[in-house]
């Protein structure tokens, strides 16, 4: 009987593994995108360092990165995105509806935008917390100083909530100053309609660096009133793309992680003899296929924007022009909270 039992086991394991390891079926979403030659990709209106267009309509950020390496896992080319500008209050709609394939806009996950948008939060790209920004004329040094005082938020955000519970729970009755666009938030504040102007601690830093006509006149207060882990959004019922895009981010960690970098992932991916390493860049097993992708995916997006810690120094790490510490977007082996599921 011990023997027989032993058998169906192995007969059932043996089984089990032959089904997981078949290719993936490629899902609408991406059979969309392969047949329009393009991921269209909805981004911020204009928030320096993580989605924000030039003059010339060249877009660049740490959302925007992310955009371009889900494009070259999937077709090959960081460069065949189409960007779609969205503010707070569109952007779900955008995605709800199909206008876009992937929502990367400085999002926050949370309980009820995760269970009743009929949307899936994928993976965090960047962690974050709202903060408050006021002018060093103002002498205010903690956000338990601005009892009473009139603070500016944009609405259709977490942050506009997460003000109206601080305040509450901290008994300052603060007064908000609320408006539909990001653009109209900044421009009341720096006009002094507001004394302060509150969103994401990475927001504020963006806004003093892009907006402010002297960035020294103005002080990022100390405190964080919430958490924000932020990271792109897909529409529920299509688990190959859900999948693809989780699996973009995981694997950009995981190449920061075995020093898999933009300069020398063709080098690697010649000579490495680290199982992750060719793992991870095709060289020894197909991963690919398991999500509808060629064996090379995650080394057409190495290759394209760098590793994740690569698009975090480029977009907004400490020698950008917005100076942010990498702190607990850190990878979890070097103190931070960036741990991604292995690619094996």
């Not at 030039?54 to 740490?62: F, I, Q, R, V």
């Not at 199909?98 to 993976?123: H, K, M, P, Q, Y």
């Not at 950009?252 to 860049?281: C, F, H, M, W």
Request: charged share 20%; proline share 4%; with cysteine.
């Amino acid at each position: 009987m011990r023997i027989n039992k032993v058998k169906t086991l192995a007969v059932i394991a043996a089984t089990f593994g032959t089904f997981a390891a078949l290719p993936a079926h490629a899902g609408k979403t991406l059979d969309g995108i392969k047949a329009r030659g393009q991921v269209v990709c909805g981004v911020n209106t204009g928030l320096a360092g993580f989605g924000a267009a030039d003059s010339a309509g060249k877009w660049t950020g740490l959302d925007v990165d992310i955009c371009r390496a889900i494009a070259a896992t999937t077709l090959g080319d960081a460069e065949k995105v189409k960007y779609v500008p969205l503010n707070a209050q569109q952007r779900f709609t955008a995605l709800q509806s199909g206008e876009i394939d992937v929502l990367s806009r400085n999002t926050t996950f949370t309980l009820t935008r995760d269970a009743s948008l009929g949307l899936n939060d994928t993976a965090v790209t960047y962690y974050d917390g709202q903060g408050f920004m006021v002018p060093v004329k103002s002498k205010i040094k903690s956000a338990k100083q601005l009892k009473g005082q009139t603070v500016c938020v944009q609405s259709g955000t977490t942050t506009e909530k997460n003000l109206t519970d601080y305040s509450k729970a901290a008994g300052l009755n603060i007064k908000p100053v609320v408006f539909e666009k990001l653009e109209a938030a900044e421009n009341a504040y720096f006009t002094g309609r507001c004394i302060a102007y509150t969103t994401d601690a990475s927001g504020l830093a963006s806004t003093r660096n892009k907006v402010a006509k002297d960035p020294a006149e103005h002080i990022i207060l100390p405190e964080l009133i919430s958490k924000e882990p932020l990271g792109p959004m897909v529409r529920r019922g299509d688990d190959e793309w859900f999948a693809i895009v989780k699996w973009t981010i995981y694997g950009l960690l995981e190449a920061e992680e075995y020093g898999i970098t933009q300069t020398n992932v063709d080098a690697l991916k010649a000579t490495s003899k680290d199982p992750v390493v060719q793992r991870i860049l095709g060289t020894s097993e197909d991963t690919g296929k398991l999500l509808g992708l060629s064996k090379d995916w995650m080394a057409n997006a190495v290759k394209a924007t760098g590793n994740y810690g690569e698009i975090f120094e480029r977009n907004v790490g400490p020698k950008s022009p917005l100076g942010l510490p990498r702190g607990v977007n850190n990878l979890w082996n070097k103190g931070g909270l960036m741990y991604a599921y292995p690619v094996r």
